[in-house]
């Protein structure tokens, strides 16, 4: 059974100029210097905003039965780029590649790295455009990744089609320094394997007379423990700055909490995350800019989940009343 752990995304709080913040998703922002290419005279890529271009990560959030929140997991990125005409024809071009962190594309990815000679499934390898089947397919030939593009509703004129060409091999180029070259993890030998985890919470108790609460989300990498045991080291820490609302005696104050580096993480019957934080900004004369404490997030078996923040003295999100929900999951 996986642990589930949440440690929702939260806005930074802006109290003064100059707030730092941390990327929750370091894929997606390699994956954004990937631009869609420019669309062709007579087609038009539409912004992101408006659904001309999409990207999936293994941190991209999806809609998974009751759970909103679950992420997509698979150490892959694609990124889709679609085309559109005045008169409703739609054309989509995408690149896939499989990430540094997949321990065996050879086995889930299977796509690419053409140039080891091994043996590309009909479905997947590289396609020459014909007239009849409409699909123009390129593969990497030292990165286990692919683009394409399928004009299965025949929305592409004649002259259309080099232009396609060109720039699905553009993507797939523009790919190849964050795709998985074709070496077996170690060469061969032993290797570290490492595990994406996420997580989030979304907080709201009383402690004390004084009602806090919070909400974040970030992710982290583990890797395997030397001594057997499921988790060793854990790296890569990163999470949204979050606001941490305090009120007492009617007085509603804000602090601006910044999470760094991990210090302890469990996972077992439950999982336990530990890590240090700062306040970058804070209206509260007790607990100024600069303080450091520690977050956490607790998920036991037969227990109600617990997230604390440790602070200026006090402890917050952890008491009685208002709800708590947190979740830690591997990938």
Request: hydrophobic share 40%; with cysteine.
């Amino acid at each position: 059974m996986r642990a589930r752990v949440i440690f929702g995304v939260l806005s930074v709080l802006v109290l003064t100029a100059g707030t730092a913040s941390v990327s929750a998703d370091p894929y997606r922002d390699q994956a954004n210097s990937i631009a869609c290419p420019s669309a062709p005279s007579g087609w038009v890529n539409p912004p992101e905003s408006q659904g001309g271009r999409y990207v999936l990560t293994p941190l991209t959030g999806v809609a998974s039965g009751d759970d909103p929140t679950e992420f997509f997991a698979a150490p892959i990125v694609q990124i889709d780029c679609h085309y559109r005409t005045t008169d409703g024809k739609d054309v989509q071009l995408f690149v896939r590649y499989a990430l540094p962190i997949d321990i065996n594309p050879w086995n889930d990815f299977y796509v690419g790295c053409t140039a080891t000679g091994r043996p590309q499934p009909d479905s997947t390898a590289a396609k020459a455009w014909n007239d009849d089947e409409r699909v123009y397919r390129v593969v990497g030939a030292q990165t286990w990744s692919l683009a394409t593009f399928i004009d299965n509703l025949r929305a592409l004129g004649k002259n259309d089609v080099p232009r396609f060409e060109a720039m699905t091999d553009a993507m797939l180029k523009a790919a190849q320094p964050f795709a998985h070259n074709c070496q077996l993890a170690g060469n061969g030998g032993p290797v570290t394997i490492k595990s994406i985890w996420t997580f989030s919470f979304d907080a709201h108790a009383t402690n004390a007379g004084i009602t806090s609460s919070a909400k974040d989300s970030g992710s982290f990498l583990t890797t395997a423990s030397t001594s057997g045991s499921s988790v060793g080291t854990i790296t890569n820490l990163v999470a949204k700055n979050f606001r941490l609302k305090v009120t007492s005696k009617g007085k509603s104050e804000f602090l601006a909490i910044h999470v760094g580096a991990p210090i302890q993480f469990q996972h077992g019957y439950g999982s336990l995350l530990r890590a240090q934080v700062v306040v970058t900004a804070s209206n509260d004369t007790a607990c100024r800019k600069g303080s450091s404490g520690t977050l956490l997030v607790s998920l036991q078996s037969l227990t109600p989940p617990r997230v604390a923040v440790n602070v200026c003295g006090q402890t917050f999100l952890d008491g009685k009343g208002g709800a708590v929900s947190a979740q830690i999951k591997s990938a």
